[in-house]
């Protein structure tokens, strides 16, 4: 399957710091991104979709000004979060579509935030 | 409204068979996911059903029954490494993941 490379795995920061995640298509272009927050032993919780030169649709109640997502290129999504807080500490994962396979996802590994 | 509905936890025991059942009510159906999860890292992939019946990749299966909102995972021949937990998710009439709460499977020796 198609790759998708997620950096950093994990990052430590303080507080009112930002901090930029980024994830990238390695093999294929990824017209649409997604952007999940997965708190301990809860489901994926959809945060934006992203597609290539436009901007991302946030979900109800993700503030689009604390969680900035950028898609300039067909392979390559970015989600800052602003100003963290410790309640922003979370496992945050993206996953990328391609536009001929519209049915399948592929994710990345995944970045473990934690903000003291 | 969209729902997923999926047992929390499940116990099998290591070399027999378990069935993950997952039940969903969404906007449009594009497609039935099962993903597997270890703590700490991102969901894999495993199975995607669009049509009823069964699908078989090795020790895994899958079924849909779009008639009956209705998907089941079964692992077969089960070993310790597959403790983990399974996501369900639906997409939906806009290509959208609806993921259900995810099961967390114990194997025991």
């Known amino acids: 399957g198609a790759v998708v490379s997620q950096h950093p795995s994990w990052v430590i920061c303080k507080s009112g710091t930002s901090v930029k995640i980024e994830c990238r298509s390695l093999?294929?272009?990824?017209?649409?991104m997604f952007w999940y927050r997965q708190f301990p032993k809860q489901s994926l919780m959809l945060m934006a979709t992203s597609n290539e030169g436009s901007k991302a649709t946030y979900e109800q109640g993700v503030e689009k000004d604390k969680f900035l997502i950028n898609h300039a290129s067909l392979t390559l999504s970015t989600l800052t979060v602003t100003s963290a807080h410790p309640e922003d500490s979370s496992f945050y994962i993206c996953?990328?579509?391609?536009?001929?396979?519209?049915?399948?996802?592929?994710f990345g590994q995944g970045t473990r935030l934690t903000v003291v | 409204g969209q729902n997923i509905d999926q047992p929390t936890e499940m116990t099998a025991t290591e070399g027999a068979i378990v069935q993950i059942n997952c039940t969903y009510q969404?906007?449009?159906?594009?497609?039935l996911f099962w993903y597997q999860q270890h703590a700490g890292e991102a969901p894999t992939f495993l199975s995607y059903n669009v049509l009823d019946g069964l699908e078989e990749k090795g020790r895994f299966s899958s079924f849909l029954s779009r008639s009956k909102g209705y998907s089941y995972l079964l692992l077969k021949e089960l070993q310790m490494k597959d403790s983990a937990s399974y996501l369900c998710?639906?997409?939906?009439?806009?290509?959208?993941?609806?993921w259900g709460a995810g099961t967390k499977l114990i194997i025991k020796p």
């Open positions: 996953s990328a579509r391609e536009e001929d396979r519209a049915t399948e996802a592929f």
């Open positions: 998710a639906v997409m939906d009439s806009n290509y959208q993941l609806i």
């Open positions: 969404t906007s449009g159906f594009n497609g």
């Open positions: 093999d294929f272009q990824a017209t649409t």
